[in-house]
């Protein structure tokens, strides 16, 4: 859909041309040099003699080289500084956030997460694009990248690994502190660290050849002597192919990690260096006016973007190794970020040939984009409020919250496809777009109160939430209804054919102003509240251990808890029962960092979903919140199913809500980019137009990745329709089995046959008391405790013949679900014997 915009190419900027064989020659490279490495045709020892080669002697030669013939007179020192600016900015950042959510603190990991966000690959991978697509236009660009390089290595990495030393004596536990003089061996310490790194600088062979071949450009003033330049030039061609290919048998062994939770921290850090860390670089080269003129400035901003697209660099994985922090997440996140960079750098550069476009071209194509995204992000919205109907979800939080998030994306949707399919010569119709406007705004808002919800279900109470919910839903609905109306008066005149304008910012300026005064403040909100809710989580977590000690002392039956051990989607303590099997009843104060008090780990008296006695809930306030704890627990109870095994229905889903937050902040962000490029653009160019068709997805294709997350659960869906054809066919929600004389000859001789010889045993080894919400069920089992028996003691093979040994005995009533709703499964419903 982008490649159709109607665009004239600009015949002194970059060329497409050969922008398709650099990319196919870069990433054939690095396949083979994978399938060499999995093949186990290059040994790990092989590995290290090319990383060796590549490292000491081909990349610094072609440094040298680069650096020696450039004509330092024509570079633009003042792209080098915003660079460095756009780089330190990101850097920092990283470094903070990571040391406000990790907890205990972390040096060494806010170091190498620094370095992974802002040490792009420069050489291996960016300066074969970089030459091919520049080879005409400005072929100095190419040489940039060696002074770009020096910036993360001499600069921003050495603070890098200050932490990580830091950290490494920390977690090795020296005894540099057992001298006797504790100032100087402190002292002694810190001189050591800093010569370490001082020295780690120095010999780096990029480092130490970037100074050489500056030396050697006024040395030779740009005329390397034909011997050197002849070995150091063959040296240096070498470096190419045998980076790309190092690149790819770097690979082996990595893709595998990839699953799971584990994905959340290498997909914050790829988006940080895709995405972040190319915006932030264009916006510093554009405010900075690093360009003689305004075309000057704005190849410079499209260059800085592409050269923020460019992945993680190899390196980082050895620093990882080097100082043995977080190894197999750097390394999965490095693998996947150069895979995802692939496409992000083809349709950057594609989008940087673009600099003459007539707006009225791309926004048409840019309606028709929008029309389609919104179209599948209905059909996602119907589906999850579907599956949190049936699941009876929309009734509780946090996903009360989520279903009205998604109700605003809804709206936004169904206000695009309102905007591109009816007539516009009407005038109601160009009040249409304030429909689409009004959800993308609620959307945000909505995000940030699900944010505030998490963190106070965390850090206070559910009863706290309860109480807010009023507040909440006039500020998620209220709020952007009055920014409409704003926009509406402000726009009155309609200055502009509707036909002609951007989709995103229907109202021109006055949106855009209004746009990002509501992202910065939802970002701030967000972002603040996703960290203060991880560092709560950690808090708590080390609370865990304390409160299962004092649980497994009581001589109370065992609990049937709906979340058996310690989730980390939940966060909920093992040792508490709630009523509705969904409530977080995490008592930790968010106001203050004193000790936790062992009565606020264990209510007293049913007391589930009530902020602890020091937020001074005490006497008739607390009986208040107990009788609103209470009526929403009763809500819920009468609708829920009885599905004691499924911790996933009952649980908060604090990793899933997480991780859906982290990616509407990415769309904050690249709409928050946008929105200030559209106050200050003079000219509308590829990126601009790029960052359009990303901002519509990010917008309107917001239910796509709610989808992706909540809508994917089948079994979620299975058990409601279950129970409603009970309710249809039978009239009733239970399982309607035959008479005994309608059974099959083979189920009857199985239960007798059980019965007589093993139901005594059985009932003796795995027949327990155990407590489900608040009653005590006695000598029940688990559906998968009794399949472990069938296959132990002989009577079944497998664990799927197994199960069909214990429908038999469900048939015959031998067993029977403790609420007489399923059948038998292997799974973790509880089962007693008849």
């Known amino acids: 859909m982008m490649m159709n915009v109607t665009a004239a190419p600009d015949t002194s900027g970059a060329t497409i041309e050969n922008l398709y064989p650099a990319l196919t020659e870069c990433f054939a490279i690095i396949l083979c040099g994978y399938a060499a490495g999995r093949m186990n045709m290059i040994s790990e020892t092989e590995a290290k003699g090319i990383n060796t080669f590549v490292g000491t002697f081909s ?45 205990p603190v972390n040096l060494g990991r806010a170091g190498i997460f620094a370095i992974f966000c802002t040490q792009s690959n420069d050489f291996a991978i960016g300066y074969p694009i970089v030459a091919a697509l520049y080879k005409t236009s400005h072929p100095e660009y190419a040489s940039y990248l060696y002074l770009m390089a020096p910036i993360s290595l001499a600069i921003l990495n050495p603070i890098s690994f200050v932490f990580m030393e830091i950290g490494r004596r920390r977690d090795g536990n020296t005894d540099f502190l057992l001298d006797g003089d504790l100032a100087t061996s402190r002292n002694i310490h810190r001189f050591k660290m800093v010569v370490s790194v001082a020295k780690s600088i120095f010999l780096n062979p990029i480092i130490f050849m970037t100074i050489l071949g500056i030396l050697g450009n006024f040395v030779f003033r740009h005329q390397i002597p034909c011997y050197l330049g002849g070995v150091l030039d063959v040296l240096g061609k070498a470096f190419s192919a045998s980076a790309l290919f190092l690149l790819g048998l770097r690979m082996v062994g990595k893709v595998h990690k990839l699953r799971g939770a584990t994905l959340v921290v290498p997909g914050i850090l790829i988006m940080v260096k895709l995405i972040a860390l190319p915006l932030v670089t264009r916006e510093v080269v554009s405010i900075l006016h690093t360009g003689y003129n305004k075309s000057e400035t704005m190849d410079l901003s499209t260059y800085g973007f592409l050269y923020g697209t460019f992945p993680s660099a190899p390196t980082v994985f050895v620093f990882a190794t080097q100082y043995f922090i977080d190894v197999d997440l750097i390394a999965s996140a490095m693998v996947a970020c150069t895979f995802i960079s692939a496409p992000l750098m083809f349709v950057s550069a594609k989008m940087i040939t673009i600099t003459k476009t007539d707006p009225s071209e791309y926004i048409k194509q840019l ?71 009004m959800g993308v705004y609620s959307t945000r808002i909505w995000t940030t109160i699900l944010a505030v919800t998490l963190l106070f279900l965390q850090c206070r109470s559910l009863c706290y939430v309860l109480k807010l919910q009023p507040i909440f839903f006039t500020i998620g609905w209220g709020l952007p ?77 065992e609990i049937e808890s709906p979340n058996p051990g310690t989730s980390s989607d939940s966060g909920i303590s093992p040792g508490r029962s ?184 059985c009932r003796n080894a795995i027949a327990r008391d155990k407590r489900w919400r608040i009653k005590v069920y006695k000598s029940v089992f688990t559906g998968i405790e009794f399949v472990d028996w069938l296959i132990a003691v002989g009577l079944a093979r497998d664990r799927g013949q197994a199960v069909n040994y214990a429908r038999h005995l469900i048939e015959g009533k031998v067993l029977k679900h403790i609420n007489g709703v399923y059948h038998f499964y292997d799974r973790n419903l509880l089962y007693t014997f008849v």
């Open 367 to 437: 309606d028709s984009f929008t029309l389609d995204i919104s179209i599948v992000a209905i059909i996602a919205c119907g589906w999850v409020i579907l599956v949190f109907i049936l699941t009876k979800k929309i009734t509780r939080l946090p996903h009360k919250i989520t279903a009205c998030l998604i109700t605003s994306q809804l709206i936004s949707c169904l206000g695009a496809v309102l905007y591109n399919t009816l007539p516009q010569k009407e005038i109601w119709a160009s009040y249409i777009p304030s429909v689409f406007i």
């Open 481 to 557: 209804t009055i920014l409409i109306v704003i926009l509406v008066l402000f726009d009155s005149k309609n200055l502009r054919p509707l036909d002609k304008r951007n989709p995103n910012f229907v109202y021109g300026t006055y949106q855009a102003v209004v746009a990002i005064a509501l992202l910065v403040l939802c970002f701030i909100v967000t972002a603040g509240c996703l960290i203060l809710q991880q560092r709560y989580h950690r808090r708590f977590t080390r609370y865990l251990d304390l409160a299962q000690d004092i649980s497994s002392d009581s001589p109370t039956p």
């Open 578 to 761: 709630t009523k509705c099997g969904a409530l977080p009843t995490i008592n930790e104060g968010c106001c203050e960092e004193s000790p936790v008090d062992i009565e606020d780990l264990f209510p007293v008296n049913g007391d589930t979903g009530l902020c602890p006695s020091r937020f001074g809930c005490q006497g008739p306030k607390r009986e208040q919140c107990q009788g609103i704890v209470r009526q929403y627990q009763e809500t819920i109870d009468d609708d829920l199913e009885f599905i004691e095994e499924e911790p996933e229905l009952h649980e908060p889903q604090f990793l899933r809500h997480t991780v859906l937050l982290i990616l509407l902040l990415c769309s904050m962000f690249v709409g928050l980019a946008l929105s200030i490029w559209t106050l200050v653009m003079e000219q509308v160019s590829g990126i601009y137009i790029e960052l359009s068709f990303l901002d519509a997805t990010l917008n309107f294709g917001q239910s796509i990745i709610v989808f992706g997350i909540f809508g994917l659960e089948l079994k979620e869906v299975a058990l409601p329709l279950l129970k409603l054809k009970r309710l249809i066919w039978y009239g009733s929600n239970s399982l309607v089995l035959p008479s005994w004389h309608e059974l099959s000859p083979e189920t009857r001789h199985i239960c007798d046959q059980f019965v007589t010889h093993h139901l005594q045993s």
């Open 59 to 103: 990349l610094p030669s072609l440094i040298f080289m680069s650096l020696a013939e450039l004509d330092l007179s024509s570079v633009n020192w003042l792209f080098l500084v915003a660079i460095l600016i756009a780089k330190s900015i990101v850097f920092f950042s990283v470094i903070v956030v990571t040391l406000l959510v990790g907890r």
